[in-house]
């Protein structure tokens, strides 16, 4: 028996000692890697890919996909790159929150399995943003709570309205007034109206927010593949649902808020369901109370 089918034995632990390959170019292994040595016993491997392939946040490279789709791919890139028959890999999206319009970030944080064929996906959302885009004519324009955030959260500049047939003019990373004031000069110089597009950079090195929850998720998810399945004792069982309905406190009509968490196993159809407990619904998201 070799050392990988021993690590799949149901009474041992899962994935001590296991290699799993970090679908990254931007550093996540940094915040990845101790949860997961911590919780798992695992070792992370990153190796030389390209991510940016699918898809970047300054657009220069849409994503075509949904966030799972990117994660996955990038996840099997370096599964297929390292050799490794596990990988890993995230993906962040930043706008208008599903079911309240309000802009946020939601992070995925995508784990695969290919010896036992499963998948599981981890995920948080968040109102936080680390600031907006500002149209600028020049270093003096830009917002005190822009700059207040260098050098631990970078900046990008870009033309506002870029001249045709000219090169981007798109600077990434910058971390000192210095750069922001000269990638100004650059951006402004190829707008047609003369401004110049600053806004955070939401890349992971770049962006402390962003990264805290990569750590979080890290270890919400390398608990959950610490948990095996009642039924079959595959890793990573875990909530694969909500069930709405947790009533008002205070005239007790049934609400959107869950009522209790759906469990269940990455491999069989094995499920369990646990109430959450706790006071009944703010009124203010009751439909009765608040229409």
């Known amino acids: 028996m070799n050392s990988e089918e021993r690590a799949e034995r149901p009474d041992g632990p899962p994935y001590r000692d296991r290699l799993i390959a970090v679908g990254t170019q931007h550093g996540k292994q940094s915040q990845l890697a101790p949860a997961f040595h911590r919780v798992l016993g695992a070792v992370l491997l990153t190796p030389p890919i390209d991510t940016d392939q ?10 075509t996909g949904t966030a799972i789709e990117a ?9 297929r790159v390292s050799r490794l028959p596990r990988g890993l890999a995230s993906e962040a999206s930043y706008g208008p929150l599903p079911g309240s319009g309000i802009p ?18 981890e995920g948080y959302r968040t109102a936080f943003v680390p600031g907006s885009c500002h149209s600028v004519a020049s270093l003096d324009e830009v917002p005190d709570s822009l700059l207040a955030t260098l050098p631990g959260q970078a900046l990008i500049v870009r033309p506002n309205d870029p001249l045709p047939g000219s090169s981007p003019g798109l600077v990434k990373g910058i971390v000192d007034t210095a750069a922001l004031r000269a990638a100004i000069g650059l951006a402004t110089r190829r707008s047609a109206d003369g401004l ?5 950079d939401l890349r992971a090195q770049h962006n402390p927010s962003r990264r805290r929850i990569l750590v979080r998720l890290a270890a919400t998810l390398a608990n959950r593949l610490a948990t095996r399945c009642p039924a079959c004792r595959t890793p990573g069982f875990g909530t694969v649902a909500t069930e709405p309905g947790l009533p008002c406190r205070f005239c007790g009509t049934p609400t ?4 209790s968490d759906v469990h269940g196993c990455a491999s069989c159809t094995h499920r369990v369901t ?17 229409p």
């Open 54 to 63: 699918f898809g970047t946040f300054t657009g220069e490279i849409p994503r």
């Open 71 to 79: 994660a996955r791919a990038k996840a099997t890139l370096a599964m």
């Open 104 to 121: 946020g970030h939601e992070e995925i944080l995508l784990f695969r399995d290919d010896l036992l064929g499963i998948e599981v996906i």
């Open 196 to 200: 110049a597009a600053v806004e955070p």
């Open 256 to 259: 959107p808020l869950k009522t």
């Open 274 to 290: 646990r109430a959450v407990a706790g006071p009944g619904a703010d009124p203010a998201s009751c439909p009765r109370c608040n």
